[in-house]
Every structure is written in structure tokens, then in C-alpha cells.
């Protein structure tokens, strides 16, 4: 019922109860709707950062919201978990006016980092320099500048912060650019890790003082990465020390792993490989069909369709979709933009038929929208497609980049 309730169990029973945690979630999305992916993707994580950590004192962000449906399930909400998302029940994201457990409001992406970062400068006024202020981002949400310009304040500031980064390589579609890659190139390159294992296994063995090897480990560690490393450079480069990549769903890892960085001061990013969706086959298989795939028979994994008494027109994004690729043929001068939404705006269709003029640029409205003007600066006619409750992010962009030049 409650994270109290979690902290009293032994570490053994742990992967029980994130089996039980899984089923319960699957169970009620298949019912009541809801995003399903992401929230099963962190089961393990949701469990051991409660395990670990003393909240709601501690204070957890969840960035973005979805990935919370754990969260709230362990915090005290589990059996109002089935009016999740309707009218009167509670909120489909953390909301601060719902739970204590709730420390930040979370609909959209990237703010966490930010967020944890204010709480954690709060706590070194008040003097409570033992708190722990984690920061789980994930599901694309590492695209966003917003992200880059904490983690650039984080490492100045020093405070105790700890970022776990969920790496799972999706938001809602499969994730876009050169963070993406760099990323998959940690995931797939141990040498640095290995290395760093084996020396702390070898300075194990040394018949020298704890203080002496400390010390040695430290250096050493400091000249592998270096050489080797090139999990840790992006990241180190601004003072935040680097720790994985780990396997997010092995619980026990987890758990070793949190509670080492715990005693670890200053800001910290731990690196985790999730599967979104897991444990439940076709949410691992087709992940942006099922982040919010509706009512299901958890079975089958049949998708009910919604029934209605006439024919329906298409979807409007569909009609968008590709009458631009028609206007395209006629115009070599059209291009289509969207904020990692190809499949929400119907984009997807003129990226596949015109990859050279049709981009998603991860979730980043900001970046959409100059980039779009920029390409309009060029005789270009962009089609920048962004979702309404998104494009708040971008209105100093639409204004001042668009909007004062006549572009």
C-alpha cells in the first residue's frame, strides 16, 4: 500500500512484487485505457527507487508523466488506480495536488532534471544535506535543450542530484539524432566498464590501506576514461559523474547500485537500458502501438475498436498526411517538420516517401520552429506540425523567429 510497506520487505521478494506490479498495470490499462509502454518499461526502476529511498522526504521527479503509473500504484493510490485518467479520479500524471509522493507536476518532457535541481539548491539553504533529489528522464525527453541547460547548471552547482537517464531508445516513435546514436554506442561498447570492474577487482587485492587504494581508484578511474571511455566525456564534461550503462530490469542491480549513489555526493547520472513495454510480448514489439493502444483484451491482445453508428471520415492528420506529400510532387519547395510526432501528425507518410524533405527532430518545439524559419529564410514552405498543447513551447519562437521577420 505503501512505500513503507516496500521498505519492510527483503530484497529477495523484490522481483515478486514488480511481477505483481506489471500484471496490476496491464490489467487496468486493458479496462479503464491509458499509456501502457512506458509505465511497464520502469516497473523494476519504479520499485527499487522506492526500496531505496526514503520518500516522498526524498523527492522523486518523473519525467515524462507516463512513466509514473508504478509510481502512483506503490505511493498510496492503488486502489483508486482504475479511475486513472477519468473525470473525478485521478490524474493520468504525477500531480502535486494528488500525493506528497508527487513532488512535481509532469505532463510534458524534459523539466525534471530543472526541477530536482531547485529542490536540490532549496535543500542546501535549509541545511538538510543528506536529502536525495532523483530525476528520472526518459522516453526521449534527454532531446530537449531545457534538459541540456540544467545538467550544464547541475554540474556548477554541485548539489546532490541524481539523474537517471531511461534508455530505451523510444518517446512516442523511435528516437531521432546524434544523442540517440551516441547513446547505442555506449549501450554497445563495454570496454571502458570492464576495464573499471576489473581494476576495482585488482585494487581488491592489494595489501595497502583503504585510504591509499581510494585514492589510486580514483586516479586510475579518471585515466581510463580518458583513454577509453566514451560512455563518460559528454557527460563529465559537465561534472556530472558518469555510472552505467546497467540493465533496468535486473532488480537486484538496481537496488546495489542506487544505494552505493546514495553515499555519493554531488550530481550523479545513472545510465539504465529499458525495454518499453516490457513484459507484456506485443508492447515490446510494436512500441508506439501500444504507449496508449485504448481498451485491449490483455489475452489476445486484440485492440477494440471504438463503435459508432455511421461511417466515420478519416482522421484530420490523415487527410494532412498526405495531401502534402501531393502538394509536394507539384512544389519541390514544400518540407514538413515535426517535434518527434511523425505518427501523431501523420507525417510519417512524406518521411517515408520523401525522407530529404521530411524531418522529425526529436521532442524539441522550440528547435522545430527556428529551424523551420531557417529553412523559410531559403524559399522554403514549411510545414511545421506540432501538436496544440505543445506548441506553447514554441510561441517566443513563433513570434520573434517567425511571426517579426514575415516568415
Known sequence: NSPTDLRKLNPSQLPTVAQELRN???????????????????????????????TPYDQLVWDVGHQAYGHKILTGRRADFHTNRIYGGISGFPKRKESEYDTFGVGHSS????????????????????????????????????????????GAANSNLIIVLNDNCMSIDPNVGALKEYLTDI?????????RDNVWKALGKLPVGKNFSREMASKLEHAIKGFVSQSSNLFEAMNLRYFGPIDGH??????????DLKNIPGPKILHIVTVKGKGYGLAEKDQTLWHAPGLFDKVTGEIQKKKFDIPQPPKYQDVFGYTIIELAEMNDKIMGITPAMPSGSSLKYMMEKMPERAFDVGICEQHAVTLSAGLATQGMRVFCNIYSSFMQRAYDMVVHDVAIQKL
Open 24 to 54: 496490476f498495470i496491464i490489467n487496468i490499462v486493458a479496462t479503464k485505457e491509458g499509456h501502457l509502454g512506458a509505465s511497464l518499461g520502469v516497473v523494476e526502476l519504479s520499485v527499487a527507487l522506492h526500496y531505496v529511498f526514503n
Open 111 to 154: 523539466t525534471s532534471i530543472s526541477a530536482a535541481l531547485g529542490m536540490a539548491a532549496a535543500s542546501n539553504i535549509n541545511r538538510e544535506k543528506q536529502r536525495q533529489h532523483i530525476a528520472v528522464i526518459g522516453d526521449g525527453s534527454m532531446t530537449a535543450g531545457m534538459a541540456f541547460e540544467a545538467m550544464n547548471h547541475a
Open 187 to 195: 549501450t554497445t561498447s563495454h570496454t571502458y566498464n570492464d576495464l
Open 250 to 259: 535486473n532488480i537486484t542491480k538496481l537496488v546495489d547500485t542506487l544505494t
